[in-house]
């Protein structure tokens, strides 16, 4: 249970900063945290060949996303939050998943969890109006 409030409280915190930086394009940002937490997996996998390989691959997915996210529709990243979540979770059932610290799952879970239902949030209001947060424009 320590993990997921842990979790929260990182995702909000990270929410907040992003809010707070002015100047700098919020999506992109959204993005570089996405691609960030795809990779993190590869350094936990680097000893074990087969962990190594498809935490590679899975690492260029979300930056796949991150990148469409980024382009198209913030709707990628809040997928792409998602289904790092969800990766968090099945990862267990994969060869390599006791290369991972203890916890972890629930941890990162709620932090994309928490980051995704944000940006879907933001992204179905967008769809409404223009949001600074998201948008980088100042007109409402």
Not at 24 to 42: A, H, N, R, S, W
Not at 50 to 72: E, H, M, P, T, W
Not at 74 to 99: C, R
Request: hydrophobic share 45%; with cysteine.
């Amino acid at each position: 249970m320590t993990s997921i409030i842990i979790g929260i409280s990182s995702g909000l915190l990270t929410i907040l900063v992003i809010g707070l930086l002015k100047g700098l394009d919020k999506k992109t940002m959204y993005g570089l945290v996405l691609t960030g937490i795809g990779f993190l997996y590869v350094g936990f996998a680097w000893t074990d060949t087969r962990a190594l390989v498809l935490n590679a691959i899975q690492s260029i997915f979300f930056l796949f996303c991150a990148y469409y996210g980024i382009k198209r529709s913030s709707w990628f990243l809040a997928a792409g939050y998602f289904l790092h979540g969800t990766w968090d979770i099945v990862y267990h059932l994969l060869p390599g998943s006791d290369l991972i610290p203890p916890h972890y799952d629930l941890f990162c879970l709620s932090i994309d969890f928490t980051i995704g239902l944000y940006l879907a949030g933001i992204s179905y209001r967008g769809n409404k109006k223009p949001i600074p947060a998201i948008t980088g424009t100042n007109k409402q």
